[in-house]
């Protein structure tokens, strides 16, 4: 299931692309503490896309995130999500 949703960070359009980054929040809970710092760098890499739908995606994504990341691997992961 995660494969799909990572497949769709590669999707033609934005909305694919916007939908496979709210997926991945959901996700978020039950996935592993190294996994899920990868994929925050995956998510923060489609910013650069600069369309309104995935920015307003991964702000959620980012702040699904910090509500279930423990704050050391927050402090960590802040220069990158800055």
């Known amino acids: 299931?995660?494969?799909?949703?990572?497949?769709g960070?590669?999707?033609?359009?934005?909305?694919?692309k916007s939908d496979s980054i709210i997926a991945a929040s959901s996700l978020l809970?039950?996935?592993?503490?190294?996994?899920?710092?990868?994929?925050?760098?995956l998510v923060l890499v489609l910013v650069a896309d600069q369309?309104?739908?995935?920015?307003?995606?991964v702000l959620k994504y980012v702040k699904t995130h910090i509500g279930?990341?423990?704050?050391?691997?927050?402090r960590k992961q802040l220069p990158n999500v800055l």
Not at 1 to 7: E, F, L, N, R, T
Not at 9 to 16: D, E, H, K, Y
Not at 33 to 40: A, I, K
Not at 68 to 74: A, I, N, P, R, S
């Open 1 to 7: 299931m995660i494969q799909c949703i990572i497949a």
């Open 9 to 16: 960070f590669a999707g033609n359009t934005s909305l694919i």
């Open 29 to 41: 809970k039950h996935l592993t503490t190294d996994f899920s710092d990868q994929l925050l760098n």
């Open 51 to 57: 369309n309104r739908e995935i920015y307003k995606s």
């Open 68 to 74: 279930v990341t423990d704050k050391d691997m927050l």
